[in-house]
């Protein structure tokens, strides 16, 4: 088996121990390129024998293979052991053990929930477009368990120094919440730097998840470590995953 790539994150959260979570780099694969090198996006331009293999690399690190997402920026969450192809949605949850939830990123932001039971989980795929459609409280609801009873961890994304939003982004959330004024903030050029953390953050407590952990790791500038959309076209894809162990016999 191999070892996991160092820079790999592994989530620094008061999660139960038999909830597991892996964030992928860039690293550890064997695209070539821009896409180099562990790029798992099918859909970002890359060899697709190449995504395969890389998916096949990641596979050796999880109790089965992901139950992967066509991601559509939207606020659609799914059960995820009931897709059996790749189901149109932007966020999935389980409580099945074994079944791996997961998410692409290359600047959106991957929300990572369990109950502290470890009894059921989440990963959101929450762009600033899944964000103000609701993409967390979609999840959150689709869990049917107490707010309190939830932890969260923000994955990275792209970071508020990099973020940089029109005024529309910015009436788009002030129309949701006005309280979303704070993580929004002017520069030189006329527009808006967007705090995608914190605004995640927001919508997490307004719905009742208080217990919220990471943020803060910019994929824009770390490209040494991390694929951008926004910084470098064409950008592979990172995963973040997510799933419940099984119980060890008696």
């Known amino acids: 088996m191999l070892n996991q790539p160092e820079d790999w994150i592994v ?3 008061p999660a139960p121990a038999r909830v597991r979570a892996i ?11 821009s896409y180099a ?3 798992l996006g099918l859909k970002a331009g890359d060899d697709e024998a190449n995504v395969k293999a890389n998916r096949s690399i990641l596979r050796q690190f999880l109790p089965a293979e992901p139950k992967w997402l066509n991601q559509v920026h939207g606020n659609r969450v799914v059960r995820a052991e ?3 192809v790749a189901a149109e949605a932007d966020a999935s949850f389980t409580s099945h053990p074994a079944c791996v939830c997961v998410v692409l990123i290359a600047d959106c932001l991957p929300i ?16 600033w477009r899944g964000l103000v459609s609701g993409v967390i409280e979609q999840t959150v609801r689709a869990l049917e368990t107490d707010p309190k009873e939830l932890i969260a961890y923000l994955g990275p994304g792209i970071g508020p120094s990099a973020f940089e939003v029109g005024e529309d982004v910015r009436d ?3 129309a949701v919440d006005a309280a979303a004024q704070y993580a929004f903030q002017p520069n030189s050029a006329g527009k808006w730097c967007a705090d995608l953390f914190a605004l995640a953050r927001q919508r997490l407590v307004q719905v009742g998840v208080t217990n919220v952990y990471g943020g803060g790791l910019c994929t824009y500038s770390d490209p040494m470590r991390f694929f951008s959309h ?12 997510i799933w419940i162990e099984e119980r060890s016999a008696a």
């Not at 964030?23 to 390129?33: A, L, P, Q, Y």
């Not at 929930?113 to 795929?125: F, K, L, P, S, T």
């Not at 926004?230 to 995953?241: I, N």
Request: glycine content about 12%; charged content about 20%.
């Open 172 to 174: 788009a959330f002030l």
């Open 37 to 39: 090198s562990m790029n």
């Open 82 to 84: 009931t897709i059996e």
């Open 23 to 33: 964030i992928t780099s860039r690293n550890g694969g064997c695209s070539i390129g």
């Open 230 to 241: 926004r910084r470098a076209k064409p950008a592979g894809r990172m995963a973040a995953l």
């Open 11 to 13: 989530p620094d959260w």
């Open 112 to 127: 990572l929930i369990c109950e502290r039971a470890g009894n059921v989980i989440a990963v959101a795929h929450a762009g």
